[in-house]
Each structure stands twice: as C-alpha cells, then as structure tokens.
C-alpha cells in the first residue's frame, strides 16, 4: 500500500472527538463557588467540591438557588475557559480529527454557547446540546466507527460500550473505582502523547474581544 493510502486509511480509523464544555474546557465549579459565596456568604472552594453535582452537597435553599442559576443561559457566557484543554483540541483539530462539542446544557444555551467556542476559540465540526446529546452520540459509534468522550462527569461511565472510550480529567470528585474502557488524566500533554498528536503547537492567543 503506497504512503498516502496508509495515510487515507489511518485517517479514516481515527475516533471522532467528542468534548464535553463544563469542567472540561471551562471552570464552571469556580464560578458556582464564586456566585454562592457572593449570594450566601459562604465559602466555597473549588477544589473542596466533592460532588460532581455541586447542588447534591448543599443546604436545599442554596440547591435550589444553584439550580436556577444553572437554567440561566447567561452563567454559561461567563465560564473561564481552560486554555490548556482549548490548546489540545486545538493540537486534535490541526491533526484531521473531527471535533464534536457537546453538552448536557440545553438547547436554549446554544447562541450563548456558540458564542463562548468562537470567543475562545475552540474549533469544532459540530455542536450537539441536551441531556441526551452524548447518549445519541455514544449509540451511533461502535468498533468501526468509534468515538472518544472527554468528560468529567462519572455518569457518563453508562456511555460506554464497544468502540466508545471516555478520557477524565481528574477532578475532586472522580471516583476511585474506574472501569475499563476510562482513561483518567492530569494533563493534556500526556492526552496528545497517547494519540499520537504533537503537543509541540503555536500556543493560541486568546482575548476578550468586545462585543459590537
Ligand atoms: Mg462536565
């Protein structure tokens, strides 16, 4: 097989990327830490949230609090993003690989969420919101079509199933137990390293650029 047939083939097994938003690529936990603080005196840290549903270690009226602010679209413009996970992808998409957002954000969030990948600069072939939105995604892979989740949240360990693997960013709330198919990381570099893909990228440039 001539080079480039290699190259085509090799291409063609590449998983599809799917990356999740929340905890992910951006800082949502620091920012439920910050608003309850502010609303209710307290004093969160991020890095003292067990849960990775924050409201599940609150007082009811602070839950209910967090989770009509989770339903405010608006939140979601304000995540700070994680350069170091928007670098990866970043390094993934200049590699060939297809990049797929997705979120268990509704589909109300999508102009907001839209917006906040273009600001940042987070490239990608699609966006897919809702709670069912990785389940569907997940379904549709298999052995020869396969698919791999970055996501910091457990539950999604359901997802698995062959030709589906999930990548974990280490979180105060991962558990110990980690089933087959989950790859638990600290770094990004060492993602790209087991990819194959060279970490060795122009860093992005970022800025707030102004709304008009
Ligand atoms: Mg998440």
Redesign the pocket.
């Known amino acids: 097989m001539s080079i480039a047939g290699a190259a085509f083939l090799q291409a063609l097994m590449r998983p599809r990327l799917v990356f999740?938003?929340?905890?992910?690529l951006g800082f949502?936990t620091e920012a439920f830490c910050t608003a309850l603080n502010a609303r209710w005196g307290t004093s969160f840290q991020a890095w003292q949230m067990s849960h990775?549903r924050v409201e599940d270690q609150l007082p009811p009226e602070q839950a209910n609090w967090l989770l009509q602010v989770f339903a405010t679209s608006v939140t979601y413009a304000n995540v700070a993003p994680d350069y170091s996970g928007i670098a990866a992808v970043q390094a993934f998409a200049r590699t060939g690989y297809e990049i797929i957002v997705a979120?268990?954000r509704s589909e109300d969030c999508r102009a907001v969420t839209e917006d906040w990948l273009a600001r940042w600069r987070v490239p990608h072939d699609a966006v897919r919101l809702g709670h069912d939105a990785k389940a569907q995604l997940a379904a549709s892979a298999g052995p020869d079509d396969p698919l791999v989740l970055f996501?910091?949240?457990p539950e999604k360990f359901t997802l698995l199933a062959p030709g589906v693997r999930i990548y974990m960013p280490r979180r105060p709330w991962t558990p110990a137990e980690i089933p087959a198919g989950v790859t638990v990381f600290d770094e990004w570099s060492g993602v790209l390293e087991a990819f194959g893909v060279s970490s060795d990228v122009p860093i992005p440039q970022f800025s707030r650029m102004a709304t008009t």
């Open positions: 999740d938003i929340d905890g992910t949502l990775y979120s268990d996501d910091d949240d």
